[in-house]
């Protein structure tokens, strides 16, 4: 079984300054890693997903996560938001045995102040 | 195409009312989903389709009953709702069940009952 914890429910930050969203999950097996963004009274987009590989993974809208196998983390960066970012972040992982189930974490609300 | 499509966008129904809500995709994927989501909270999976047959209900209700007409459609028919079915349905869809693809989801249905 997985289990996947975002640390922050919330996280403010300046306009242009950088972020960093934080995920940790637990499992007995290996993880294919996802994160998603909802913005208000939307669904969910893929922002970016680790299979394999680079450890380094690069998505839409100049977002990066690093897998850290060793930390059993997913962590999401930014170098510098925008207003536009401005959304509920989610992480989520499918385990490599499982067919179907994406368990996911509580999300993160991403604040952007001016 | 890399839309999923759903209708309506917002829905009002009544405890004794009969609705449905429909999904479409055409990106040839062959596993179908819908969610539940709460407010502030992460999406919680009702029921998948994989090549157009229910493979998983995760225990819902049998007021909310589910339909899969083809591989580009699916919908989800209501009946007798309590209030607390109000939320906002979402639909996805993934290329199979299985290892890393992702998925795609619909914009979502805001379902209130009154």
């Known amino acids: 079984a997985q289990s996947v914890t975002q640390l922050d429910s919330q996280v403010p930050v300046f306009e242009e300054a950088p972020v960093e969203l934080r995920c940790n999950y637990s499992?007995?097996?290996?993880?294919?890693l996802f994160w998603y963004v909802q913005y208000p009274n939307q669904g969910l987009q893929l922002l970016l997903k680790?299979?394999?590989?680079s450890t380094l993974v690069k998505g839409i809208n100049g977002f990066e996560a690093e897998f850290n196998k060793s930390q059993t983390s997913f962590h999401l960066r930014k170098p510098s938001v925008h207003i536009s970012d401005t959304a509920e972040y989610f992480c989520?992982?499918?385990?490599?045995?499982?067919?179907?189930?994406?368990?996911w974490g509580a999300g993160t609300k991403l604040i952007i102040k001016p | 195409d890399t839309e999923v499509t759903q209708t309506p966008k917002h829905l009002v129904m009544g405890m004794t009312n009969k609705k449905s809500l429909k999904c479409e995709q055409h990106?040839?994927?062959?596993?179908m989903y819908w969610y539940k989501q709460k407010a502030k909270k992460p999406p919680e999976l009702m029921f998948v389709?994989?090549?157009?047959?229910?493979?998983i209900n995760e225990s819902v209700p049998s007021r909310f009953s589910p339909e899969c007409p083809n591989s580009s459609l699916l919908n989800l028919h209501l009946h007798a709702l309590q209030p607390e079915d109000s939320a906002l349905y979402l639909c996805?869809?993934?290329?199979?069940?299985?290892?890393?693809?992702?998925?795609?989801f619909g914009q979502g249905t805001r379902l209130t009952v009154v």
């Open positions: 389709y994989s090549y157009e047959k229910l493979s």
């Open positions: 996805a869809s993934s290329l199979e069940r299985a290892g890393g693809t992702e998925a795609f």
């Open positions: 989520a992982v499918r385990g490599a045995d499982s067919n179907y189930q994406l368990i």
């Open positions: 680790y299979l394999s590989g």
């Open positions: 990106m040839g994927h062959r596993a």
């Open positions: 499992s007995s097996v290996s993880v294919y």
